[in-house]
């Protein structure tokens, strides 16, 4: 059983625009949102996270909108550039982490 | 500081076999978890060592198994190799504890079985 829920699959977005990965979690008890960014080769790094307590988090470009009542978050990468190609996972945890399945990410120039 | 490093980077080994992946965590971590990455499932957690002893299981059989060392070093071993064992085995490193702590990410070890 999928714990997290990520979509979508793939995605394009031109370059300046607004990429939007979502996530749906079921267990209520998930205290930590973690979201991933994957580069060809390397491995996960820690893009930007968020705690239950907060609706939303900024850094740079980077968003997080968390909907505790729907279980659900995303993340927003504003003035999307071909840099920010790349696959992105989302994540929860508890006492351990559950991933998302991934989203890849193709930012046109 | 360095990062996590993993050893090899490559692995081809065919149905059978077993294998020994080594995870160096960054220098002052403690805590050091595996996962299993495959296009169709993404990241899947395997275990989680802290102070040598395991500390979390995930959901795979017992031919998967893991150590660490006094050092924090890891390793994983795998027994008895099926073709579907094929992934990317990543390693992750934090301070304490991984489920409040960032983890840190090493560059893999692919795994490919004939």
């Known amino acids: 059983q999928q714990q997290v829920k990520q979509s979508p699959q793939s995605l394009i977005v031109q370059k300046g625009g607004i990429s939007i990965i979502n996530c749906a979690y079921e267990n209520t008890a998930f205290d930590y949102f973690p979201w991933y960014q994957q580069f060809p080769g390397k491995g996960p790094a820690l893009l930007i996270a968020i705690r239950p307590d907060v609706s939303e988090k900024k850094e740079g470009r980077f968003t997080i909108s968390f909907n505790k009542s729907a279980k659900q978050f995303s993340l927003h990468i504003m003035d999307s550039q071909p840099g920010d190609s790349a696959t992105y996972f989302c994540a929860a945890s508890g006492n351990q982490f559950y991933f998302g399945t991934g989203t890849s990410l193709t930012v046109i120039p | 500081k360095a990062g996590v490093t993993q050893t090899p980077r490559y692995l081809i080994k065919t149905r059978g076999q077993q294998v020994t992946l080594s995870c160096s965590p960054i220098s002052g971590h403690r805590s050091v978890s595996w996962y299993q990455q495959t296009p169709g499932q993404g990241l899947q957690f395997l275990f989680e060592?802290?102070?040598?002893?395991?500390?979390n299981k995930g959901n795979f059989p017992g031919r998967f198994s893991g150590r660490q060392f006094s050092n924090s070093r890891s390793e994983m071993n795998v027994s008895t190799l099926e073709l579907g064992d094929s992934a990317l085995y990543l390693c992750?490193?934090?301070?304490?504890?991984?489920?409040?702590?960032?983890?840190?990410f090493g560059p893999g070890t692919r795994l490919t079985v004939l």
């Open positions: 992750a490193s934090s301070l304490e504890d991984s489920a409040a702590d960032t983890q840190y």
């Open positions: 060592y802290f102070s040598e002893t395991q500390r």
